[in-house]
T-cell receptor, first 115, second 114 residues
Framework: DAGVIQSPRHEVTEMGQEVTLRCKPI?????LFWYRQTMMRGLELLIY????????DSGMPEDRFSAKMPNASFSTLKIQPSEPRDSAVYFC?????????????FGPGTRLLVL | AQTVTQSQPEMSVQEAETVTLSCTYD???????LFWYKQPPSRQMILVIR??????QNATENRFSVNFQKAAKSFSLKISDSQLGDTAMYFC???????????FGTGTRLTVIP
């Protein structure tokens, strides 16, 4: 299995620009998670989907952040407009919900730098 | 709310030696899962080991084992025969059964010294 795939691996943009992060979960997994990692706040769950439906987006920092999952094999996290404080590593993870054992497998992350 | 505490920000160990990383958590739940994830310099988050709270037997994966003390809410990771490739950040994480949120500790940076 290819594992969770994220693109791009690195993104440098200027404040005010739109940023789109992409994720392809492991085939067959029915849960998808977006996390953000910063030095100050550690790893934070932003949002997660089950069967392409957003279940909990309480971790999304503000309206500038949005996430979609149009099908079982693709999700996007969009930041518009971006700000320097959005600089972080963004991880996508997926899991298979069987008998409550939801081990999450992480992608390699996207390192975002907003200047 | 669940909290996960890793009280050792940094640790080091000599190659081939054994090291134990500490983790404690606070929860009122009886059924849950605990995880250790490894994050090497590549930034990839890699699952190391998982423990179900209802199991009394400690989980083991090759050189990695845990000491799960449910009453004490402690979940330490032991790495035996440490290798240079074990150098990484190690995160302890908690998940309530039936939920999907992973709560992470702040991590322990482990350096294996040749």
């Amino acid at each position: 299995d290819a594992g969770v795939i994220q693109s791009p691996r690195h993104e440098v943009t200027e404040m005010g620009q739109e940023v789109t992060l992409r994720c392809k979960p492991i085939s067959g997994h029915d849960y998808l998670f977006w996390y953000r990692q910063t030095m100050m706040r550690g790893l934070e769950l932003l949002i997660y989907f089950n069967n392409n439906v957003p279940i909990d987006d309480s971790g999304m920092p503000e309206d500038r952040f949005s996430a979609k999952m149009p099908n079982a094999s693709f999700s996007t996290l969009k930041i518009q407009p971006s700000e320097p404080r959005d600089s972080a590593v963004y991880f996508c993870a997926s899991s298979l919900g069987l008998a409550g054992v939801l081990t999450q497998y992480f992608g390699p992350g996207t390192r975002l730098l907003v200047l | 709310a669940q909290t996960v505490t890793q009280s050792q920000p940094e640790m080091s160990v000599q190659e081939a030696e054994t090291v134990t990383l500490s983790c404690t958590y606070d929860t009122s739940e009886n059924n849950y899962y605990l995880f250790w994830y490894k994050q090497p310099p590549s930034r990839q988050m890699i699952l190391v080991i998982r423990q179900e709270a209802y199991k009394q037997q400690n989980a083991t994966e090759n050189r990695f084992s845990v000491n799960f003390q449910k009453a004490a809410k402690s979940f330490s990771l032991k790495i035996s025969d440490s290798q240079l490739g074990d150098t990484a950040m190690y995160f302890c994480a908690f998940m309530k059964t039936g939920a999907n949120n992973l709560f992470f500790g702040t991590g322990t940076r482990l350096t294996v010294i040749p």
